[in-house]
């Protein structure tokens, strides 16, 4: 099941437009950590976005999986996505997913791939959508 399944029709544009999301990952000492996000449903309705071995949202999940996912609608901030996921860390050495990022958010993919470490594409397996008003 992809994520475009569990949303609700009143809320896929907040997946389907160019946005920042809040990445919320665990640390090691049990405590949360967010970071903003660029995401992006790929043409077979995975969510997914990226990050490098450098980060510490990639040292925090592969210790916990578990991650909450926000985004917030910039012309209505009371309306939100929240995507509740185990995510899935998988090399992407050739930055074909974070290429896909680029593309989408419109900047170079120097700009993203000029951060050290390797690159890890993060695709979230939802397990809970709350889609708020």
Known sequence: MTVLNLVPETHLELLTS???????????????????????????????????STRQKYRNLLTNPYVAFLVIDPDAPMRTLEVRARVEVTPDPD????AQLARAYG??????????GDRYTLTLHPYRVIATP
Do not use: H, K, M
């Open 18 to 52: 160019r946005l920042t999301a809040v990445l919320t990952t665990v640390g090691p000492r049990q405590r949360p950590q967010s970071t903003a996000v660029w995401y992006l449903v790929g043409d077979d309705g995975v969510l997914f976005c990226s990050t490098t």
């Open 95 to 98: 930055n074909t997913r974070v």
């Open 107 to 116: 900047i170079e993919l120097a700009a993203i791939t000029a951060t050290p």
